[in-house]
């Protein structure tokens, strides 16, 4: 089976993340693959080492996401990187993101998509649905358990009050995944070395039948701001007792968790 | 040179995470414990941290010195104790690398750069450590075996190795009496003596080797009889690119944890590192580190370019670990006492320096190997 996972690079979960102007300062941050997405990629990879096939990742974006990718793509059973990048994607929105993505799926010829259920950093959880409806194809998404026989699929999906959904369908089909999924496995050393051979098959607009207008924005980010500083820590006084009491208070009344 | 390349951040980022995640856990409770943990040596064999300068053909990563310091600097960072067992698994790799023939090589390298088997390197005994050329352990030809007696100390693995790759005398006095065997971990007549109770690096099991009558194939000479102490030199010249690399880690971590600490630690109503006092020995900590890495990566580059490497790995050595002992007693100064206590890990990266001005030849040993370099250097015949 030929699997495809959609792979965005994102900041390190740990990172501090700094507003500047309409964007973030990206001094000293460091980039890797945005983790949901590497639930994507391990459950890929695991699927084809039961059924037999090929794990190829797609990714928008420019040269310096492909770093990231051959370490936590690449080295951990991806096969190789379609990577692409035109000067018209810079501004796109999620939908021009998934008319790419989906247009060189298809032209790969894939035959499942996996992805994150969301990016840590924009948090849209729009592309992978997008790329399903563009393909015509069915999602599953938030998917934490996943089986298939290499034509039909069975999918566990977490729901409002742990009410577990199991979905059944056939292949091909695009598939969002989610912490629990799986354990991403770590990179080997001789891994990343062979990584660096790996193939990144660079596409623009054109190599894949899209012009400029077809990916031309319809929503824009408009501000960004930081949230309100936290509010100094209160030191409690008084005998133990009152402290207590003054403590259950504050957790009842003002920060209202009680 | 002065910054990691694109694949030798890849190795370190990966070590790094793999390394916290596996051995960070239980580090503290198994300083605590004097607890070595086996598998977890299987378990860095499998991400191919065992075997990193061994050749490819021989199951390891055909890696230089260079990528090879950066990766025990990072894992040093997280536990000295591991990353001493990943270099001390490194020595019979490196020994038969140089020295092995092609049955030898082919017998025992795979598995030991796999992490499958661990090694041991056993030249010191009670009576012999900086003067190694006097140790008294005997290996007697009979047939097609050799019969070893005697005892070894201080064996890093000692108890737990599945290779020993031990030093013992088939001559007369003196060097060239030495010669080097590799002897399995479960040959009858090998057994672990007393394990020794240390102040650091309590993670790493530390015996003596008990040799009563071992017999081996003669096969398991490595090199011709006579060689085993040049063998050993060989070793243990780029072991203290090793032993310097991980000093270096511990340092950082020190640094790391310290500094952080300085920055929050408020006292007289302002971060201690804003005291001159405090802030000083922090830059000074940082300075020493620095150098440190760029004279052990020198080192290694000198290695890894076929050039003479002693003495400056010497010198690396002597300068990493007297700035890992300077630092880390710094970092516990630093952070008061919390960094006294067992709350914080600076302690135990103090008590686990040490060590390292001690082994893979003492500090005053390098100075010896340094001022041989100066003197042949300076009493060469001027051209
Ligand atoms: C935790 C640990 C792990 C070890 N692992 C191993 C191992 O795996 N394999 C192994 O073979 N050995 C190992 N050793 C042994 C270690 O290499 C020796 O302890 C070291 O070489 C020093 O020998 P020594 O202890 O006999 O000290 P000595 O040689 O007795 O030295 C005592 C002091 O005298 C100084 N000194 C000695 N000679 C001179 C001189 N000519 N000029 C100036 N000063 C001198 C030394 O520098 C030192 O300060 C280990 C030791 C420890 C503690």
Redesign the interface.
């Known amino acids: 089976m030929k699997i495809g996972v959609c792979a965005k690079v994102t900041p390190d979960t740990g990172a501090q993340i700094k507003v500047v102007g309409n964007g973030i300062d990206t001094a000293g941050i460091k980039w890797v693959v945005n983790p949901y997405d590497a639930y994507a990629i391990e459950e890929a990879v695991k699927t084809v080492e039961n059924h037999g096939g090929s794990v190829h990742l797609f990714t928008v974006g420019d040269d310096s996401v492909v770093a990231p990718l051959r370490a936590g793509g690449l080295a951990v059973g991806g096969e190789d990187l379609t990577q692409i990048s035109d000067a018209a994607l810079n501004d796109a929105d999620s939908l021009g993101v998934a008319k790419a993505l989906a247009a060189s799926l298809k032209a790969a010829g894939v035959e499942a998509v996996f992805a994150g259920k969301e990016s840590v950093d924009g948090v849209s959880s729009q592309v992978p649905a997008m790329v399903a409806e563009l393909l015509g194809w069915p999602l599953v998404s938030i998917v934490t358990g996943f089986e298939t026989d290499g034509s039909t699929f069975k999918a566990t999906r977490e729901i409002g009050g742990g009410v577990v959904e199991v979905v059944s369908g056939s292949l091909p089909a695009v598939f969002t995944c989610d912490k629990g999924l799986n354990t991403p496995r770590y990179a080997k050393l001789p891994q990343i070395m062979k990584a660096k051979r790996k193939k990144v098959i660079k596409q623009d607009l054109a190599a894949i039948g899209l012009s400029a207008a077809d990916v031309a924005p319809k929503a824009t980010e408009s501000n960004f701001s930081e949230p309100a500083a936290r509010p100094a820590g209160r030191m409690l006084s008084g005998s133990v007792q009152e402290q207590a009491k003054e403590l259950v208070h504050l957790l009842r009344n003002e920060a209202k968790v009680l | 040179m002065f910054e990691p390349n694109?694949?030798q951040?890849?190795?370190i980022?990966?070590?790094s995470?793999?390394v916290k995640?596996l051995i960070g856990p239980t580090a503290e409770h198994d300083d605590a414990e004097e607890r070595f943990r086996k598998e977890y040596i299987h378990q860095m064999g499998?991400?191919?941290?065992c075997g990193?300068a061994t050749p490819e053909e021989y199951g390891g990563?055909g890696?230089g010195y260079l990528d090879y310091a950066m990766?025990l600097e990072e894992i040093a960072k997280v536990s000295a104790s591991y990353a001493v067992s990943v270099a001390v698994t490194g020595l019979p790799q490196v020994i038969l690398n140089q020295w092995g023939n092609e049955d030898q090589k082919q017998q025992w390298l795979p598995a030991l750069a796999a992490g499958e088997h661990l090694g041991a390197f056993c030249l010191s005994e009670a009576g012999s450590g900086s003067d190694a050329a006097s140790l008294k352990a005997t290996a007697v030809r009979e047939g097609d075996e050799y019969v070893l007696n005697g005892s070894k100390y201080w064996v890093t693995h000692g108890g737990y190795a599945d290779v020993y790759m031990i030093m013992a005398r088939t001559g007369g006095p003196g060097p060239r009496g030495i010669s080097c065997f590799l002897v399995p971990g479960d040959a009858e007549g090998l057994s672990t003596g007393r394990k020794e109770q240390k102040m650091g690096m309590r993670a790493s099991p530390t015996t003596e080797i008990v040799l009563d009558n071992v017999r081996i194939p003669a096969a398991n000479l490595v090199g011709n009889e006579g060689d085993g102490f040049k063998v050993a030199m060989t070793a243990l010249d780029s072991g203290r690119i090793t032993i310097a690399s991980i000093a270096v880690g511990t340092a950082q971590a020190a640094l790391d944890v310290s500094g952080g600490y300085a920055c929050e630690r408020k006292q007289f109503g302002k971060p201690i590192i804003d005291f001159q006092g405090v802030g000083f020995m922090l830059a000074d900590m940082a300075t020493a580190i620095e150098t440190s890495r760029m004279l052990v990566h020198k080192a290694a580059w000198l290695k890894d370019n076929g050039r003479d490497f002693s003495g400056t790995a010497a010198m690396a050595k002597v300068v990493a670990t007297d700035a890992a002992m300077k630092v880390t007693t710094d970092a516990v100064q630093v952070m008061g006492g919390y960094g006294y206590c067992k709350d914080h890990p600076v302690e135990r990266f103090m008590r686990d320096a040490k060590i390292m001005q001690i082994f893979e030849g003492t500090n005053q040993v390098q100075r010896i190997v340094i001022s041989r370099h100066l003197k042949k250097a300076y009493t060469a015949p001027q051209g």
């Open positions: 694109e694949m951040r890849d190795l980022d990966a070590v995470v793999f995640d499998e991400q191919g941290l990193i990563l890696l990766v």
